[in-house]
């Protein structure tokens, strides 16, 4: 643990200094990249842009741009776009460290102000496809209230839900359940467990459980954006479940451990 915990200590460093080696990209651009994230708004949508492209030339690290609602209604995950408009710096405070930890895990460097795109097509990214086609599904089964609840209770998403109603349900002390983390990997966890019991799964050998149950919780971990506590939770699920296979007693703090040595490597 120790040896992983400086790793991860200097990783977070050299992160830092990729993060803020940006400033000769900032003006006036040509930018291309594809959609990882969209989140909508009243007056705006934002976007999460990934392999970028500005002016033409490949750079490091994420761009979030801010569209008018209007003009991006049917912008979709994984469309290839091309903006235009001024690139701005995240901000950030390295000297004090002020700054998001969640645009740092996630490289995100510019920020930019367009008031329409162009879509140049669509990339091939099975997650992001899946998730878009999960949330396809639940707009066109449900009203549209119940459906953004859902898409929040899923994915962590919580955007698309009336202001008010968001309120209430922190006012209630319960908008934990809308942030992705051991709850819902528990769950999903018990609920592959429950069909390996229950059905004639039950006859599949250990090895061929365990592959089904780790792919279908890194598949959800994918798909809700590989965060730090999905991660963590499912280490944590896995190292139990394989524990019980094996016939071993299950020791929490191993798996802890195991947990925090995993996001020390990935997302110092």
């Known amino acids: 643990m120790g040896v992983f915990f400086f790793l991860g200590f200097f990783g977070f460093f050299l992160q830092m200094e990729r993060f803020t080696a940006r400033e000769e990209w900032l003006g006036e ?7 990882v994230e969209i989140r909508r708004y009243d007056s705006n949508v934002v976007l999460l842009l990934d392999d970028l492209k500005l002016d033409g030339k490949r750079v490091d690290g994420k761009l979030i741009a801010y569209l008018p609602t209007a003009s991006a209604e049917n ?12 690139v701005r710096e995240k901000e950030i405070n390295t000297e004090e460290f002020y700054f998001s930890a969640k645009d ?11 008031q329409e795109y162009t879509k140049r097509g669509r990339r091939f990214d099975p997650l992001l496809l899946f998730r878009a086609r999960v949330e396809e599904s639940i707009g066109a089964g449900m009203d549209e209230i119940p459906a953004e609840v859902t898409k929040a209770l899923i994915f962590g998403e919580t955007s698309g839900i009336e202001e008010g109603l968001y309120e209430n349900v922190r006012r209630g002390g319960v908008a934990h359940i809308f942030a992705v983390s051991g709850l819902h990997v528990g769950a999903l966890f018990a609920f592959c467990l429950l069909l390996l019991k229950k059905t004639s799964l039950k006859s599949l050998g250990k090895p061929i459980k365990f592959i089904m149950v780790a792919t279908l ?16 939770a499912t280490v944590i699920c896995l190292v139990g479940y ?8 299950t020791d929490f703090l191993e798996a802890l451990g195991l947990s925090a040595i995993c996001l020390l490597l990935f997302t110092p």
Do not use: H, N, P, W
């Not at 651009?29 to 959609?35: D, I, P, W």
């Open 29 to 35: 651009r040509y930018v291309s990249g594809y959609v």
């Open 75 to 86: 912008v979709a995950l994984c469309d290839e776009i091309f903006l235009e408009g001024k």
């Open 104 to 114: 740092l895990r996630k490289d995100v460097r510019f920020m930019l102000q367009a």
């Open 217 to 232: 919780l890194f598949l959800y971990a994918g798909v809700c954006g590989f965060s730090s506590s999905v991660i963590r």
């Open 242 to 249: 394989a524990s019980t296979l094996a016939l071993i007693k």
